[in-house]
């Protein structure tokens, strides 16, 4: 257990992950106390970000996957909101504080919507938007657009042409150019309002975009991904990174990664905040908590067990879900080196754990699942902070209606006695949030690169 003070002087970032309203975890939507209906309902997201902003988390984050429909929707709520960006504009009117994240694919939007929805949500929320510029990746995606997923050099590229165009277009009201003078009759600075006329292989826009500065300028770069793509395309642009990892030592050198190409840009590689997912069933004890977890996913179980007994290479036997593996089980079991899961789940089945209660652990889900007491989770947090391997984290709660307040109740007191997160509020705006530099148009730096 991790108990001591951060002498580091440093404190971490905390996002909320907001998908369909109802939770991270499949079953979300039909535990006791859920409004069955809150995949339609903005009132719930409001909510849920109130809470956030209630315990002082840094952003909310809103990925998008335009048009994918799950294959199991018969029985499960798609992952994604209805549109991010209403639903973003729903919040920023109940919210004063909190960073508002969304993604918007760079591969089937054009360049000036982007920048005039972002910059508008910008405006809306007194300086608290960032986009999360990626590219898609999803033939289905693609599907719903008549198109082909391009290539990863014509995706990147593309990509490294939208931001660019993009944040040109933010700077092309003049940061003093509103004048908006009654008296005088002056509105504005004409000369200051100026086309960008920018013409590259994928975009182009003439511009300007007829939307003045926000109190932050204009919106956030975040970037999603891994790939050596992404680390070029956020050590260009972004100034947070959102991540996946399963391990100190791989979100240590993923971070590395990013800051080393941020430093290959001219950039100061604290510039860019490396901030790895977490998954939270917050609870009074490891039993509750794995109960509630065998509540909302117990469904799940027999068709996990396949994939478990790949990741450990040893049979498994379904109808044994009450009890634990075996000795002989667990003398031929070996993590999968394809699967930086395994590890852990190896790790978990080696405590005694029944089978179904090692799937309750979360050894399947897609970012490192806490199932517990507060305490596991801030020591968790605590221990990767202080290892260099994140800036902060990204948290999905299992169900949305009580696990964001279990998380700001029972895990952010103990980040913030302990000194690794902050007491509250010091800005207004998403960019003193993260700490990033004022920018106002293209990074100069960019240019010469």
């Given at each position: 257990?991790?108990?001591?003070y951060?002498?580091?002087?440093?404190?971490?970032?905390?996002?909320?992950?907001?998908?369909?309203?109802?939770?991270?975890?499949?079953?979300?939507?039909r535990?006791?106390?859920?409004?069955?209906e809150?995949?339609?309902s903005?009132?719930?997201?409001?909510?849920?970000?109130?809470?956030?902003?209630?315990?002082?988390?840094?952003?909310?984050?809103?990925?998008?996957?335009p048009?994918?429909?799950?294959?199991?929707?018969g029985?499960?709520s798609?992952?994604?909101?209805?549109?991010?960006?209403?639903?973003?504009?729903a919040v920023?009117?109940?919210?004063?504080?909190?960073?508002?994240?969304?993604?918007?694919?760079?591969?089937?939007?054009?360049?000036?919507?982007?920048a005039r929805?972002?910059?508008?949500?910008?405006?809306?929320?007194?300086?608290?938007?960032g986009?999360?510029?990626?590219t898609?990746?999803?033939?289905?995606?693609?599907?719903?657009?008549g198109?082909?997923?391009?290539?990863?050099?014509?995706?990147?590229?593309?990509?490294?042409?939208?931001?660019q165009l993009?944040?040109?277009?933010?700077g092309?009201?003049?940061?003093?150019?509103?004048?908006?003078?009654q008296q005088?009759?002056?509105?504005?600075?004409?000369?200051?309002?100026?086309?960008?006329?920018?013409?590259?292989?994928?975009?182009?826009?003439?511009?300007?975009?007829?939307?003045?500065?926000s109190?932050?300028?204009?919106?956030i770069?975040?970037?999603a991904?891994?790939?050596?793509?992404?680390h070029e395309?956020?050590?260009?642009f972004?100034?947070?990174?959102?991540?996946?990892?399963?391990?100190?030592?791989?979100?240590r050198?993923?971070?590395?990664?990013?800051?080393?190409?941020?430093?290959?840009?001219?950039?100061?590689?604290?510039?860019?905040?490396?901030?790895?997912?977490?998954?939270t069933?917050?609870a009074?004890d490891?039993?509750?908590?794995?109960?509630?977890?065998?509540?909302?996913?117990?469904?799940?179980?027999?068709?996990?067990?396949?994939?478990?007994?790949?990741?450990?290479?040893?049979?498994?036997?379904?109808?044994?879900?009450?009890?634990?593996?075996?000795?002989?089980?667990l003398?031929?079991?070996?993590?999968?080196?394809?699967?930086?899961?395994?590890?852990n789940a190896?790790?978990?089945?080696?405590?005694?754990?029944?089978?179904k209660?090692?799937?309750?652990?979360?050894v399947i889900?897609?970012?490192?699942?806490?199932?517990?007491?507060?305490?596991?989770?801030?020591?968790?947090?605590?221990?990767?902070?202080?290892?260099?391997?994140?800036?902060?984290?990204?948290?999905s709660a299992?169900?949305?209606?009580d696990?964001?307040?279990a998380?700001?109740?029972?895990?952010?007191?103990?980040?913030q006695?302990?000194?690794?997160?902050?007491?509250d509020?010091?800005?207004?705006?998403?960019?003193?949030?993260?700490?990033?530099?004022?920018?106002?148009?293209?990074?100069?730096?960019?240019?010469?690169?």
């Open positions: 257990m991790t108990n001591k951060s002498t580091s002087g440093k404190q971490m970032l905390l996002g909320l992950h907001l998908g369909n309203g109802y939770g991270s975890q499949p079953g979300a939507w535990m006791p106390g859920v409004d069955p809150s995949y339609t903005f009132d719930a997201r409001v909510k849920q970000a109130q809470a956030a902003e209630r315990g002082k988390f840094q952003f909310i984050f809103l990925p998008d996957g048009g994918a429909i799950m294959s199991d929707i029985t499960e798609p992952g994604f909101n209805l549109d991010v960006m209403m639903t973003l504009a920023a009117r109940e919210t004063s504080r909190i960073g508002l994240v969304a993604t918007g694919s760079t591969t089937f939007n054009e360049p000036f919507n982007l929805q972002f910059k508008a949500l910008d405006i809306m929320s007194h300086g608290r938007a986009w999360n510029a990626i898609s990746s999803g033939e289905d995606v693609a599907a719903n657009y198109r082909k997923i391009p290539s990863s050099e014509d995706r990147y590229g593309r990509a490294h042409e939208v931001i993009i944040q040109a277009l933010w092309s009201w003049g940061k003093d150019a509103w004048v908006h003078d005088s009759g002056q509105f504005a600075k004409k000369n200051q309002i100026l086309p960008i006329n920018l013409q590259g292989k994928y975009v182009g826009s003439r511009g300007p975009l007829y939307i003045p500065p109190e932050q300028g204009q919106p770069i975040f970037h991904g891994g790939s050596p793509n992404a395309l956020a050590g260009r972004a100034n947070a990174v959102i991540g996946a990892a399963f391990s100190i030592e791989d979100a050198a993923q971070r590395n990664a990013f800051r080393e190409a941020a430093k290959r840009y001219g950039r100061d590689p604290d510039e860019i905040k490396y901030i790895p997912g977490l998954m069933t917050i009074k490891r039993r509750t908590a794995l109960d509630r977890r065998i509540q909302l996913t117990g469904h799940t179980f027999r068709q996990r067990v396949s994939y478990l007994q790949q990741m450990l290479g040893t049979p498994l036997d379904v109808n044994r879900l009450d009890e634990p593996l075996s000795k002989d089980q003398a031929d079991a070996r993590p999968s080196r394809y699967d930086p899961r395994s590890v190896l790790r978990i089945a080696k405590q005694g754990w029944s089978l209660d090692i799937l309750a652990h979360g889900d897609y970012h490192p699942v806490i199932v517990g007491p507060g305490i596991e989770a801030a020591d968790h947090m605590q221990q990767w902070f202080e290892a260099g391997a994140a800036d902060g984290f990204w948290i299992d169900v949305n209606a696990g964001i307040d998380f700001a109740d029972e895990v952010v007191p103990i980040l006695a302990r000194g690794l997160f902050h007491q509020y010091e800005g207004k705006t998403l960019r003193e949030h993260l700490g990033a530099p004022d920018q106002y148009g293209i990074d100069p730096r960019v240019t010469n690169n």
